[in-house]
């Protein structure tokens, strides 16, 4: 019974380091997909024969839509599509290596 307390205050200390360190953290993408070195080519279907929408920088974080396949890039078929703001798709090899396992499927 004595230290239930110090528990209690202990967790609410690490929530609290927590909001501290992201206080805008319900404002943050959920997906853990960052571009890899770019530059990136986003187009408007899942193939590198498809024009080029945009070209996307280093490091930039998306919450993308969904993933769908398409032509392969370095044996990997699996493609993003980038959502309505950006409009276009980029290869997965292109972004963080575990960006399309919670996709949904186009």
């Keep these: ?5 110090v528990i209690v205050l202990a967790g609410f200390l690490s929530l609290a380091g927590a909001l501290a360190v992201a206080p805008n953290a319900e404002l943050l ?5 960052y571009t890899r ?3 990136i080519r986003c187009r408007t279907s ?9 070209v996307l920088g280093d490091n ?8 769908g396949r398409g ?14 703001k950006e409009d276009c798709w980029v ?3 292109d972004m963080t290596p575990h960006c399309p396992d ?5």
């Design 29 to 33: 993408p959920r997906s853990p997909c």
């Design 71 to 84: 032509e392969s890039v370095g044996g990997n078929r699996v493609w993003i599509y980038l959502g309505d």
């Design 91 to 93: 290869s997965a090899e």
């Design 46 to 54: 899942p193939g590198t024969s498809y024009p080029t929408v945009r």
């Design 37 to 39: 070195t770019g530059p």
């Design 60 to 67: 930039k974080w998306f919450n993308p839509k969904c993933k």
């Design 1 to 5: 019974m004595i230290f239930a307390p």
């Design 102 to 106: 919670s996709l949904r499927q186009c």
